[in-house]
């Protein structure tokens, strides 16, 4: 099931926590997650890599789409 986190306009920790709660949800798949921040950016990324999933992320004018998957 692909999922679509936007924590566009939160500062940390909320994206990470946002995140976190979406992936404990999943056994696998692909989550979006909209962040316009490069301390997001790092947290969201730190922790779903520690937790086996990989990303990849890609600019989109301020915004950055990270995309987890598993």
């Not at 056994?27 to 890599?49: F, H, I, K, Q, Y």
């Amino acid at each position: 099931m692909d999922k679509t986190v936007d924590a566009r306009g939160l500062l940390c920790p909320e994206p990470v926590l946002l995140v976190k709660r979406e992936i404990d949800k999943m056994t696998g798949g692909t989550v979006r997650v909209l962040v316009d921040n490069s301390a997001a950016r790092e947290n969201v990324t730190r922790m779903a890599e520690n937790s086996g999933w990989t990303v990849s992320a890609a600019a989109d004018g301020i915004e950055l789409i990270l995309t987890l998957s598993r």
